[in-house]
């Protein structure tokens, strides 16, 4: 990382745009990960944790998931169990059977590897 793409970080940072961390971290090599990511935890939303996880090597999946499993909404938990190596399958499937749409549970059961089928359709046609 170049001396004003240092500068740049620490603006981003200090500005607590999880968004504009996101980014910065997607888009250059070296950027503090860690750093970014505290900024994604503390402010950001559910998509904003899937993105990261998802996208930024080093990205603790663990902590990002936990914002996932608390802030997030049944698409941001489905969308995690699909796309990010490492995802907790189970817990997120809990948020959906509890809290997600007919329409996440129809989704979650159809695209998520090791997901609980018959659960996931029971609690669908309990809610359509």
Not at 20 to 27: E, G, Q, R, S
Not at 47 to 55: H, N, S, T, V
């Amino acid at each position: 990382m170049n001396k004003q793409q240092k500068i740049e970080q620490e603006e981003v940072i200090k500005n607590s745009n999880s968004y504009a961390c996101y980014w910065f971290a997607k888009d250059t090599t070296g950027a503090d990960v860690k750093r970014l990511q505290e900024v994604v935890l503390k402010k950001g939303n559910g998509l904003d944790c899937y993105r990261f996880a998802k996208d930024i090597k080093g990205a603790d999946v663990e902590k990002l998931q936990e914002v996932v499993l608390k802030k997030g909404s049944g698409y941001d938990c489905y969308r995690f169990a699909r796309g990010v190596k490492g995802a907790d399958i189970k817990r997120l499937q809990e948020v959906i059977l509890k809290n997600g749409s007919g329409f996440d549970c129809y989704r979650f059961a159809r695209d998520v590897k090791g997901a609980n089928k018959e659960k996931l359709i029971a609690r669908y046609n309990k809610i359509k």
